[in-house]
């Protein structure tokens, strides 16, 4: 069963700010919400992860909201290169844990 | 460093052969696995490794053999190849530290099964 729930997809004017929502309304206390992209048929690429507190690092913002049951990835100023599918994923705080993947948000930012 | 490594980038095979897809990660990662990913859909998790000697299933493991005998290489067996086989596979890489969480993927194989 499905963690997380994201729209299918969302469209983003270049140079706008990129606001991509999840739902994870089962996440538990040690589980962290991680966001990966996947451009065109490449691997995967980890984007940024957070337990409770905001974070933000040189890709994008992540805003997790004070009862963790959702949380919104920011793209501050999206290019024709974010286009891609982004991927939220509520994963235990151990290593052991795998990742699984839903069918994430296929973003397209136009010109 | 060269990250993760798989081989080959592409295949074609007939229905009922074996093949083995290699992957390689030099970053000295104890968790490894395997997603395969069919078009328009997500990644699905094949099988993966906590570490060395040490491999578990996943969302999707029939057909697929793995094993772990090397920190640095985890291989992905397909013993009798089947057209819904037909798939892009990906291996995957990150520490076991608790936290860290990033997984590290390789470039992808693409399969092709008639």
């Known amino acids: 069963d499905a963690k997380t729930t994201q729209p299918t997809s969302m469209d983003c004017a270049e140079g706008r700010a990129a606001n991509l929502p999840c739902n994870h309304s089962?996440?538990?206390?040690?589980?962290?919400v991680y966001w990966y992209r996947q451009i065109h048929s490449q691997g995967p690429q980890y984007i940024i992860h957070?337990?409770?507190n905001n974070e933000t690092n040189e890709m994008a913002s992540l805003i997790i909201t004070e009862d963790r049951k959702s949380s919104t990835l920011i793209l501050p100023h999206a290019t024709l290169r974010d286009t891609a599918v982004y991927y939220c994923?509520?994963?235990?705080?151990?290593?052991?844990?795998?990742?699984?993947f839903g069918k994430g948000t296929r973003l397209s930012v136009i010109a | 460093n060269a990250g993760v490594t798989q081989t080959p980038k592409f295949q074609v095979l007939k229905t009922g052969q074996s093949m083995t897809l290699q992957c390689a990660q030099d970053?000295?990662?104890?968790?490894m696995s395997w997603y395969r990913q069919d078009p328009g859909m997500g990644l699905r998790l094949i099988h993966y490794?906590?570490?060395?000697?040490?491999?578990d299933q996943g969302e999707v493991p029939n057909g697929y053999n793995v094993s772990r005998s090397t920190t640095e290489d985890f291989p992905l067996r397909l013993l009798s190849a089947a057209p819904s086989q037909t798939s892009v596979y990906f291996c995957?890489?990150?520490?076991?530290?608790?936290?860290?969480?990033?997984?590290?993927f390789g470039e992808g194989s693409r399969l092709t099964v008639l």
């Open positions: 995957a890489s990150s520490r076991r530290t608790s936290g860290s969480g990033e997984l590290f």
């Open positions: 089962t996440i538990s206390g040690n589980e962290y």
């Open positions: 957070g337990l409770k």
């Open positions: 994923i509520v994963r235990g705080y151990s290593g052991n844990t795998p990742l699984v």
């Open positions: 970053m000295n990662h104890e968790y």
């Open positions: 490794s906590v570490g060395a000697g040490i491999t």
